[in-house]
Each structure stands twice: as structure tokens, then as C-alpha cells.
């Protein structure tokens, strides 16, 4: 995971003061590319780590080899605790190094760290695959969110007029590219994505975020709905063996389940409508059965009626 070896990253070079890529990947085991965007990571986000030119070179962490991390600013933990923190995911073991640097830092700051660390996540399943630049909203959220500020954000729904809406910002997401904002308004929680934002103005007023939130926890709701949202139809269809695999690889969401008596492979098929579903499958009628559910096997007789009497018998 990445977030332990930034971690661990930063803690060898706490120790050694400049190391180089090569080292660096020895001693955490990846490869130097690794290594080098690792670095490269750390030094974009605030954190005083410079590459050093010339003979004897390398990366260096400016402050005379420190073994701690109490010469870091403020500004500079909650840059690394934006990088690398989340409370709801990850192993124990980044958790456990996140809560040692935590312990780490001057009492001053810890709480804009905690709360940077709880303020992103990264999340890779595949139900959404749109990428947005979202970068100046997205850095207004972030410092809201660890300031706990209330935000006042211009957004336009789908299918809807723009319109402002007072929220008090709890948390970032980033899912393959598309950010989103969780947080709650007076209306409840909600979800908010970034790329339908054209404006985000921090106000005056604060608040005290609720004290049982998890941003895991809370995008896991999120995620759930979502992937419900979009496969909320399933279909148990028989296929002709030597067209099963190319049968699976066309639908997005196929399971083999059994190999039927007659060499037919049974698979379910999952779509986000009836209609879907039924559209796609009539394709694929001179290697492929629908059995179940009766009313999709209906729907594709009356589209099959639909297309003879259209072109003929």
C-alpha cells in the first residue's frame, strides 16, 4: 500500500538524512522507479524532501538527520496526513506507523493532522471511470474539512439547474479519478462530485464534525448504493460453450456458475434495467438462452416478434 511506504519512506530518511533511489528501494523492497515517485511524492506535497545533484547525491530531508518528526511544520503534517492518511482503509501496520508519527508531532498540531488524515480516501472499484481536474475546489475542501469550516458550493446535478448549498465538508474522495465530497447539509448527508462544482467558498462559521464519522465507513454506504444503482437486473443465461468466453468478456458483469447437462454453460448476467439487459442479451439469441427471469424471457419474444414484423418472416 502505498501510504506505508511513504511513511516508511519518510522515517529512513528521518534516520539517514539523504539517501538515494537505489537505496531507498533495497531497503523497502520495490523497485527504483518505486522508490523515485515516492519521493517525488513526498517533496510535491509540502514535505522538505530535495534532491541533491552531483557526486554523493541523492534525496535529502532537510533538518540535520532528524530521527524524529517534531521539526516538521504544520502546514507540513497536514501536507503528509492529506498524502497519506485515511482512517478507514488500508492495513494495520500503515494505521499503526500513521498513529506513530502522529504521536510524533508537537501536541500544537496534532488535531489539523488527525483530521487531515481522516479527510481523503482512494478508492479503485470499478463502477465509476470518469477522471475530472478538479485541483483548486479540491484544495479549498481539504482546508475546510481539516479547519472545519462551513462551505458554501455552487452545484449543478444531473439533469438539474445549478444552485448554492451551504454543506459543512467531512470528507474527500478519490475514486479512479473522479473526486467526490461527502458531507452533511441541513437536508442530511450527502454526496457531492467535484467535476459538478463551479465554486467552493469557505464562510466564517465552524463546526464539530460528528464523533462516530468514519470516512471509510461512510463511503462504503456510498459505494454499495451506487453499485446497486447499477445492477439492479440480473439474468441466468445458457451458452453455447465455444461462445461462452467471448459471451463473458462482451457483458460487463458475467459469472460462470455451471456447466449444464447438454455441455451449455449457465451464467449469470447482471445490468442496470430489464430493458438493458434484454437489448444486449437479444444479440447474442443464435448462442444464447435466457431461462430465468420469465419476464425477460417475455420482453425478448415480444422484441423478437417486434423485429419480424418489421423485416419480415
Known amino acids: ?57 541523492g534525496w535529502q530531508l532537510l533538518g540535520e538527520g532528524r530521527t524524529d ?36 508531532l508537537p501536541e500544537t498540531f496534532r488535531g489539523d493532522a488527525q483530521a487531515a488524515a481522516g479527510a481523503v480516501l482512494e478508492d479503485d472499484a470499478d463502477w465509476e471511470r470518469r477522471a475530472s481536474d478538479t485541483g483548486a475546489v479540491r484544495e479549498v475542501l481539504a482546508d475546510a474539512i481539516v479547519e472545519r469550516r462551513v462551505v458554501r458550493i455552487r452545484y449543478a446535478p444531473w439533469n438539474r439547474e445549478p444552485g448554492e448549498r451551504i454543506v459543512r465538508p467531512l470528507g474527500l474522495v478519490d475514486h479512479r479519478g473522479t473526486w467526490y465530497l461527502i458531507a452533511d447539509a441541513d437536508a442530511g448527508r450527502r454526496t457531492y462530485r467535484l467535476d459538478r462544482m463551479s465554486d467552493a467558498d469557505p464562510l466564517v462559521e465552524r463546526f464539530e464534525p460528528p464523533a462516530d464519522f468514519d470516512l471509510g465507513d461512510a463511503w462504503a454506504e456510498v459505494a454499495t448504493a451506487a453499485a446497486g444503482a447499477r445492477r439492479r437486473s440480473t439474468a441466468i443465461v445458457l451458452v453455447e460453450p465455444e461462445s461462452a468466453a467471448e459471451f463473458c468478456g462482451w457483458a460487463r458483469e458475467a ?47 415480444r422484441l423478437g416478434a417486434a423485429a419480424v414484423a418489421r423485416y419480415g418472416g
Open 1 to 57: 500500500m502505498r501510504a506505508d511506504r511513504l511513511v516508511a519512506t519518510l522515517l529512513v530518511m528521518q534516520a539517514r538524512g539523504r539517501v538515494t533511489a537505489a537505496e531507498l528501494a533495497r531497503e523497502l523492497e520495490v523497485s527504483v522507479a518505486t522508490a523515485r515517485r515516492d519521493l517525488v511524492a513526498l517533496s510535491s506535497a509540502g514535505i522538505p524532501v530535495y534532491p541533491q545533484p552531483g557526486r554523493g547525491g
Open 255 to 301: 459469472e460462470r456458475i455451471a456447466v449444464e447437462p447438454d455441455g451449455r454453460i449457465r451464467v449469470r448476467v447482471a445490468g442496470p434495467s430489464d430493458d438493458a439487459i434484454t437489448r444486449a442479451v437479444a444479440g447474442w439469441a443464435e448462442v444464447a438462452e435466457v431461462v430465468e427471469p420469465r419476464e425477460l424471457r417475455e420482453r425478448l419474444a
Open 69 to 104: 518528526l517534531s521539526g516538521l511544520t504544520s502546514g507540513e503534517a497536514r501536507a503528509l496526513f492529506l498524502l497519506l492518511g485515511t482512517r478507514g482503509r488500508g492495513s494495520p501496520e500503515a494505521r499503526g506507523a500513521l498513529r506513530k508519527v502522529l504521536r510524533a
